[in-house]
């Protein structure tokens, strides 16, 4: 547990919040590998950041964190471009930095995290149960929901995956 109390809540060039504070020696989280599937379930699988200046936001979080950055080649209906995979001191992409285009036309500019989850039409289904919204379910190339964004009860926005 980290105890001196340092850390600061920062917002980025787009406006969007994230937390940072030091962690070091023996207080470092051990990696979450990929693992099998009951493994992986209701672990944080990924952070997106999805923004109109995706730019803007990479080297912002280049700088800041100390992230390199890969591009990833995207496209849509206006042509190619690149959202980014950032990536920590080993190479390993860790989160990624994305345009307000194409499959992430319409996401809210907050860093979301995806959760899998062990049954995603069963996941969802609760979702709306238990007070929250679905938001926009994607499909994969099989007609599959792929993921799913979500708000929670109290408008918390999430994405759920299949896990």
Not at 85 to 111: E, I, K, Q, T, Y
Not at 130 to 145: F, L, M, P, Q, T
């Amino acid at each position: 547990m980290y105890q001196k109390g340092e850390w600061a809540v920062l917002l980025d060039p787009n406006g969007a919040a994230f937390g940072i504070m030091p962690v070091v020696g023996s207080q470092t989280p051990p990696p979450i590998t990929g693992g099998s599937s009951p493994d992986r379930v209701g672990r944080i699988a990924w952070l997106d950041l999805t923004v109109t200046d995706a730019s803007a936001s990479r080297d912002f979080y280049r700088d800041v964190v100390g992230w390199s950055v890969q591009d990833v080649e995207m496209g849509d209906a206006g042509g190619g471009y690149s959202d980014y995979a950032m990536c920590a001191s080993d190479g390993a992409a860790v989160a990624g930095v994305c345009h307000s285009r194409g499959v992430n036309r319409g996401l809210s500019p907050v860093w979301m995290i995806y959760l899998p989850v062990g049954d995603l039409p069963q996941s969802l289904a609760r979702v709306q149960e238990n007070g929250g919204e679905v938001v926009e379910a994607r499909k994969g190339s099989d007609d599959e929901v792929a993921f799913a964004v979500i708000r929670d009860p109290v408008g918390a926005y999430l994405a759920l995956v299949p896990g």
